[in-house]
């Protein structure tokens, strides 16, 4: 079946510092790939998605380019802020028709950022 | 503002006690959805909705029980509360099942059960 996954946490960083979490998939097909962010007491926001081979989303400075050759979607941010501290989720939406159609989430990684 | 709105954020039950959880969007979103959130489990499906009057059962339904009335609105109904039932609960909804649009999350209800 499909599934996502991400690398554990927590992942403590200074800030400034360069982030990659990594995210591979199994899934049938070409599905559609997201990262979620989740902020303390706050329910997940989308942070970026990508739909199709090769295509990179991007948002407030985190990138993640959909790899089908390694079945990834690692999120990157060059430099990153105290603010960035929050839960990352990855995620897979299956194509249409696909018998489990729901997106399924990844466990989701802790990012501790350190000023 | 449009989205998903979830009522209460807080809440605190006696085991046995029942309770409905609140959902509703503005978005005209056909499909809505119902998980728990536990420390280190991540994410798990409860229940969810393709459409008005069309429900299906999501990874761990024991124990809720949900309807689709209407498009705006998908509660979500402990039946009798039981300490395993203490999570934090989103709501999520989507245009198309999120095949490529993603999700809407709401802010999250906080439930003890004790």
């Known amino acids: 079946g499909n599934s996502v996954t991400q690398m554990e946490g927590p992942v403590t960083l200074s800030e400034e510092a360069f982030l990659t979490i990594n995210c591979t998939y199994t899934a049938t097909g070409y599905p559609s790939l997201f990262w979620y962010v989740q902020y303390p007491g706050e329910g997940l926001q989308l942070l970026l998605k990508a739909t199709k081979a090769d295509d990179k989303g991007s948002n407030k400075g985190f990138e993640a380019t959909y790899r089908k050759e390694t079945t990834s979607f690692h999120l990157e941010k060059g430099s990153v802020q105290v603010s960035d501290s929050a839960v990352y989720f990855c995620?897979?939406?299956?194509?249409?028709?696909?018998?489990?159609?729901?997106?399924?989430f990844g466990k989701g990684t802790r990012l501790h950022i350190l000023p | 503002n449009a989205g998903v709105t979830q009522t209460p954020k807080f809440q605190v039950l006696k085991t046995g006690q029942s309770m409905t959880l609140q959902c509703a969007q503005d978005?005209?979103?056909?499909?809505m959805s119902w998980y728990r959130q536990d420390p280190g489990m991540g994410l798990r499906l409860i229940h969810y909705?393709?459409?008005?009057?069309?429900?299906d059962q999501g990874e761990v339904p024991n124990g809720y029980n949900v309807s689709r009335s209407t498009t705006e609105d998908f509660p979500l109904r402990l039946l009798s509360a039981a300490p395993s039932q203490t999570s934090v609960y989103f709501c999520?909804?989507?245009?198309?099942?999120?095949?490529?649009?993603?999700?809407?999350f709401g802010s999250g209800t906080r439930l003890t059960v004790v």
């Open positions: 909705s393709v459409g008005a009057g069309i429900t």
């Open positions: 978005m005209n979103h056909e499909y």
């Open positions: 999520a909804s989507s245009y198309n099942q999120g095949f490529s649009y993603g999700y809407t």
């Open positions: 995620a897979l939406s299956p194509p249409r028709g696909n018998r489990d159609d729901k997106i399924i």
